[in-house]
């Protein structure tokens, strides 16, 4: 098992910065990629990016594209996403998610979550 823990989102104005994180603990070493996914109220949850963990290959959305960075820190078994230029329609609940074997990402689902952080950006 792998149990995924994001940091505390926030709320931000439009045209913010806000990064957030999500630390993974437990079978780690069978990580193959880890991303981030956000619901908002009414909708369905929907992919932002991903990581592979093997060799760092990036995936985003298209409406990120540009302005949202996914990286990861090995030694701390951290994801960070560090979002700019954010935009009201980017508030959501953000959740971390970690794929336990080999995937095409995005579409393979995730194997395992985390709780889910809120991120809100007012206009």
């Known amino acids: 098992q792998v149990r995924l823990v994001e940091t505390e989102g926030g709320s931000v104005q439009a045209g913010d910065s806000l990064r957030v994180s999500c630390a993974a603990s437990?079978?780690?070493?069978?990580?193959?990629?880890m991303g981030w996914f956000r619901q908002a109220p009414g909708k369905e949850r929907q992919f932002v990016a991903a990581i592979n963990w093997i060799d760092s290959h990036t995936e985003y959305a298209d409406s990120v594209k540009g302005r949202f960075t996914v990286s990861r820190d090995d030694a701390k078994n951290l994801m960070n996403l560090q979002m700019t230029s954010l935009k009201p329609e980017a508030s959501a609940v953000y959740y971390c998610g970690a794929w336990g074997r080999i995937a095409i990402l995005p579409v393979t689902p995730a194997d395992y979550w985390g709780q889910g952080t809120q991120v809100t950006v007012s206009s």
């Open positions: 437990g079978r780690t070493a069978g990580i193959f990629a």
